[in-house]
Nanobody, 127 residues
Framework: QVQLVASGGGQVHLGGSLSVSCSVS????????MGWFRRTPRKEREFLGAIEWSSGSTRYSDFAEGRFTISRDNVKNEVTLQMDNLQPEDTGVYYCACSSRRYYALESTAAGTYDNWGKGNQVTVSS
């Protein structure tokens, strides 16, 4: 059984930085993609970005690009979402997810593209 265990997030003041990491066990990720979503008062599952594991290719939502960065650690089988210049509207629960549609995941923003999900980590940004 594949498991996605997330860590990180927390509380930060406006303009600060936080990161969330997701460690995957039970699956080699070389034929998968990993994505990040968040739940906010406005969106139940808002797409942030994705990384195709083998190539390291990434794509981001328009609002995330430039502030959020996705990276992978092949040895740890871990993906990290680095968030900079955080704003109060970034407050929400952040989820990692894994997709077997490794290339389509770089085109799709739909949560249904993903097969396995972490349980989510809280990110709170105060003003």
């Amino acid at each position: 059984q594949v498991q996605l265990v997330a860590s990180g997030g927390g509380q930060v003041h406006l303009g600060g930085s936080l990161s969330v990491s997701c460690s995957v066990s039970g699956r080699a990720l070389n034929q998968y993609a990993m994505g990040w979503f968040r739940r906010t008062p406005r969106k139940e599952r808002e797409f942030l970005g994705a990384i195709e594991w083998s190539s390291g290719s990434t794509r981001y939502s328009d609002f995330a690009e430039g502030r959020f960065t996705i990276s992978r650690d092949n040895v740890k089988n871990e993906v990290t979402l680095q968030m900079d210049n955080l704003q109060p509207e970034d407050t929400g629960v952040y989820y990692c997810a894994c997709s077997s549609r490794r290339y389509y995941a770089l085109e799709s923003t739909a949560a249904g593209t993903y097969d396995n999900w972490g349980k989510g980590n809280q990110v709170t940004v105060s003003s």
